[in-house]
């Protein structure tokens, strides 16, 4: 079944598409990945958010990761890849959600950021970054990323 087929049948049963967001997948030049903690959990996290009216889905990205981690760079125009999770929403449940990742080379991480108070970044090689993060989709496109860029892990 092709996957236009299967979104129609999806919608006729009434389940509507993902929701999508944006994340930026902040990298040193070095081979190495910036992560930052989620509000809610404190869980390791890459800079995510929803598209922004009047920007591209990659600056929409590149905007979370300087609100989220400080970071100032130039974002890649094309998607790395995507993920999928389930949002957790504040009346308990959850929404699905598509995020479409952006990477981003930093030039600069700033030390005062709008979320500065509400987060911790660390920078860590792919191979660990994807032993911190949640989600599978994830993980298989951090341990990829190495060979994708043509750095050592």
């Known amino acids: 079944m092709s996957k236009t087929l299967g979104e ?7 389940r509507k598409p993902p929701d ?9 030049g070095k081979g190495k990945i910036l992560l930052v903690t989620s509000r809610g959990t404190g869980r ?9 009216p009047g920007r591209t889905l ?3 990205a590149m905007q979370e990761a300087w609100e989220e ?5 130039r974002v890649n125009q094309s998607s790395l890849g995507s993920y999928h999770y389930d949002k957790q929403q504040d009346h308990g449940f959850a929404i699905p959600v598509e995020v479409r990742v952006f990477a981003l080379e ?3 991480l700033a030390d005062d950021y709008p979320e500065k108070d509400d ?3 660390r920078w860590y090689r792919p191979d660990r970054a994807a032993e911190l993060v949640t989600e599978s989709e994830l993980k298989k496109l951090l341990r990829a990323l190495p060979a994708r860029l043509g750095h050592q892990a």
Do not use: N, S, T, Y
């Not at 999508?20 to 040193?28: N, P, S, T």
């Open 119 to 121: 987060r911790k970044r």
């Open 20 to 28: 999508m967001q944006v994340a930026a997948l902040c990298l040193d």
């Open 69 to 73: 981690a400080g970071v100032r760079g």
């Open 8 to 14: 129609r049948l999806a919608r006729l049963l009434g």
């Open 106 to 108: 930093v030039d600069e």
């Open 58 to 60: 990659a600056d929409a």
């Open 44 to 52: 390791w996290i890459v800079p995510k958010g929803w598209p922004m």
